[in-house]
């Protein structure tokens, strides 16, 4: 499939849609996160678990990844009340020139980098715990925000929040989708309770229902994600909601 993604960023197959991200009344945005579609010539709509693993796989995420970042950031351009949220795969991290490529990224496209925040995976922290650190302590330097998305689901070391430079923690949906159990609803709290104390915010995904949407907010998580708020929409969709009057104030 190497092949095959290379060509489609060349003819355009690839493109990003933005889910937004909502304070916790549910009335405004604050962010929205970039996701990549891929509508492919030959195999028609290919799902992001399939072609993004596939890429990793192939050697072409930085490819990939590089078309995400960079039009995510154009595309803010236009959206000055928000952040835009972009998740960054484990490979990239470990790239020697990741870093000064999302700092060329935003003086490109004169983004303050305060609007852009990253999402890293528990996983791309394991597999190498030095050169993370080095490279997320780099773009937090800039002014990037971090991000650890999906908490909860891989080692969730506590070591994370304590050495790595992060802002904000993302609730998995599983969680979330669960938020009735008891099971589910302490681990929520627990996440919230140590991510406060910390000083981070924290996003919960998946929020589908007004009943999920009351809970979180009493826990006090900041921001929530899902298909209660908005479906993943083009660019211009996200502009139209701005006209109307979803905003959250300027960034940056």
Same mark, same amino acid.
């Given at each position: 499939? $190497?092949?095959?993604?290379?060509?489609? !960023?060349?003819? &355009?197959?690839?493109?990003?849609?933005?889910?937004?991200?909502?304070?916790?009344?549910?009335?405004?945005?604050?962010?929205?996160?970039?996701?990549?579609?891929?509508?492919? $010539? +030959?195999? &028609?709509? @290919?799902?992001?678990? #399939?072609?993004?693993?596939?890429?990793?796989?192939? &050697?072409?995420?930085?490819? !990939?990844?590089?078309?995400?970042?960079?039009?995510?950031? *154009?595309?803010?351009?236009?959206?000055?009340?928000?952040?835009?949220?972009?998740? @960054?795969?484990?490979?990239?991290?470990?790239?020697?020139?990741?870093?000064?490529?999302?700092?060329?990224?935003?003086?490109?496209?004169?983004?303050?980098?305060? $609007?852009?925040?990253?999402?890293? @995976?528990?996983?791309?922290?394991?597999?190498?715990?030095?050169?993370?650190?080095?490279?997320? +302590?780099?773009?937090?330097?800039?002014?990037?925000?971090?991000?650890?998305?999906?908490?909860?689901?891989?080692?969730?070391?506590?070591?994370?929040?304590?050495?790595?430079?992060?802002?904000? !923690?993302?609730? #998995?949906?599983?969680?979330?989708?669960?938020?009735?159990?008891?099971?589910?609803?302490?681990?929520?709290?627990?996440?919230?309770?140590?991510?406060?104390?910390? &000083?981070?915010?924290? =996003?919960?995904?998946?929020?589908? =229902?007004?009943?999920?949407? +009351?809970?979180?907010?009493?826990?006090?998580?900041?921001?929530?994600?899902?298909?209660?708020?908005?479906?993943?929409?083009?660019?211009?969709?996200?502009? *139209?909601?701005?006209?109307?009057?979803? +905003?959250?104030?300027? @960034?940056?």
């Amino acid at each position: 499939m $190497r092949g095959e993604i290379l060509d489609g !960023l060349e003819r &355009g197959e690839f493109h990003i849609l933005y889910q937004p991200q909502m304070t916790a009344d549910g009335a405004r945005m604050a962010a929205v996160e970039a996701l990549v579609r891929w509508n492919s $010539r +030959t195999r &028609g709509m @290919v799902g992001p678990s #399939d072609f993004i693993a596939r890429a990793e796989k192939d &050697g072409v995420i930085k490819e !990939l990844g590089a078309f995400v970042l960079r039009q995510a950031c *154009q595309d803010a351009v236009g959206w000055p009340q928000l952040v835009v949220s972009v998740n @960054v795969s484990g490979l990239q991290i470990q790239e020697p020139d990741f870093a000064p490529f999302v700092e060329q990224a935003l003086q490109d496209f004169r983004l303050p980098a305060a $609007r852009l925040e990253l999402e890293i @995976v528990e996983s791309a922290l394991v597999e190498n715990f030095d050169l993370a650190e080095e490279v997320l +302590t780099r773009l937090r330097r800039l002014g990037v925000k971090i991000a650890l998305d999906d908490f909860g689901t891989g080692y969730s070391s506590l070591t994370y929040l304590r050495k790595f430079p992060l802002d904000k !923690l993302k609730i #998995d949906r599983s969680f979330v989708q669960e938020a009735d159990k008891v099971t589910s609803a302490s681990i929520i709290q627990g996440v919230v309770a140590i991510a406060r104390a910390l &000083g981070l915010k924290i =996003t919960a995904e998946g929020v589908e =229902t007004e009943a999920q949407r +009351t809970f979180l907010r009493v826990c006090g998580c900041h921001y929530l994600q899902g298909y209660l708020f908005s479906k993943p929409v083009p660019a211009l969709s996200i502009s *139209q909601m701005l006209a109307a009057g979803q +905003t959250e104030r300027r @960034v940056g």
